[in-house]
């Protein structure tokens, strides 16, 4: 029987860290650096270094992790109970940012969102 601790994740396929891959793209990034040469000395694929240097000078690599906010599912059946009349209608109020349309979904960016954000978000949606 196979012990599960040694059995790869993902096909086989290494998920190198982000240290690791943010080392190799710098140093990628200087001059008279060879990056297949680099690549090889490390056991990856060009590709994948010439991929993770292009990321690394679009800024994705400075972007914060990626944090988990809490949610609250709401049955929407259950009505709330309210003694205060509804609200008048509100003239709708101009809204600055902007909308990405993807295949099936939609993303709508505040104007306070920053740049490694919305890279972040891009690329998530180009997979």
Known sequence: MANPT???TRKGRPNHPLDFKRT???RACEPG??????????????NQLFKWRRH?????FDAAD???LPVAVVDASVETASSAPSPM?????VQR????????????????ADLA????????LRR
């Open 33 to 46: 650096v060879s990056v297949s040469k680099l690549a090889q000395e490390h056991g990856i694929n060009a």
């Open 6 to 8: 040694n059995r790869p």
């Open 117 to 124: 954000t919305l890279r972040a978000v891009v690329a998530l």
């Open 97 to 112: 940012g902007i909308e990405i349309a993807f295949a099936d979904c939609t993303v709508r960016v505040g104007e306070q």
């Open 66 to 68: 990626a944090s988990l």
């Open 24 to 26: 190799l793209a710098q």
């Open 89 to 93: 209608p509100v003239a709708p109020t």
């Open 56 to 60: 690394y000078r679009a800024g994705l």
